[in-house]
């Protein structure tokens, strides 16, 4: 079995079965150390080494090296004294075993897919995946007033960036009872409330204020500042 076999009958297995991400990173470095090693049927590694090589904490690094063991992909022998290497063996899959998977699924992704997602349907009770579509759960992300900021640029609006963030996050980013699906059509609505409120005005005389300290504005004729400027100079 080659390099490539057991690499694509690794993406089978992981299109058949859960295994986390830290489980299939383990299972490409000890496969790519196996590779260094020429095939040898056992190969070491301490724990410290493999953890720091796939950037995890040597406890998560242990839940996934037991994951694989579970799963039927690797076997090792834990040395007894803390620190020294531990012993590796990749379990490999004879292209009958690999044959076994397609035959399941009759080498179809299609019929991969469709797998996935009966098997999203009994998860989330819904019955409205379209046939042949692997479908993706989106989870909202908040945005960051930087994005914000880039978004209100692009459009040209006046909206505050900050004054947007801080509102809908003391809500939660919620709108009325529902979650946020989605920001930048928030800040379009926001531009047009923007629009609608115009001018300021005075409510009980309904004249145009001042949009700065609500003073009333006057327009004043060129005659009041005539007189104005006369008596500013003596002249009258």
Not at 62 to 90: H, P, V
Not at 157 to 163: G, S
Not at 212 to 222: M, T
Request: hydrophobic share 30%; glycine share 6%.
């Amino acid at each position: 079995m080659t390099y490539l076999d057991i690499l694509n009958y690794f993406y089978d297995f992981c299109e058949c079965n859960t295994v986390s991400a830290n489980a299939q990173l383990l299972f490409y470095t000890l496969l790519g150390i196996n590779n260094k090693c020429a095939w040898e049927e056992w190969f070491s590694r301490t724990n410290i080494s493999l953890s720091t090589r796939m950037g995890i904490s040597e406890k998560a690094f242990i839940r996934a090296r037991n994951e694989l063991k579970q799963l039927g992909l690797i076997d090792f022998i834990s040395s007894k004294k803390r620190g020294t290497c531990t012993k590796y063996r990749i379990l490999y899959r004879t292209k009958d075993s690999t044959k076994e998977v397609q035959k399941k699924y009759k080498g179809s992704t299609k019929k991969v897919q469709k797998a996935d997602i009966n098997r999203y349907k009994t998860e989330t009770n819904k019955k409205d995946i379209p046939e042949g579509i692997s479908q993706k759960i989106t989870r909202f992300v908040p945005p960051t007033v930087e994005e914000v900021r880039a978004y209100c640029e692009e459009r040209h609006n006046d909206v505050d960036p900050e004054k947007f963030v801080a509102f809908y996050d003391s809500k939660g980013w919620m709108i009325g009872k529902n979650k946020m699906k989605s920001w930048k059509s928030a800040v379009i609505t926001w531009e047009g409330r923007g629009k609608k409120a115009g001018p300021q005005s005075n409510n009980l005389t309904g004249r145009r204020t001042n949009a700065w300290n609500n003073f009333e504005q006057r327009d004043y004729g060129q005659g009041f500042y005539d007189n104005l400027e006369g008596r500013l100079t003596g002249s009258r």
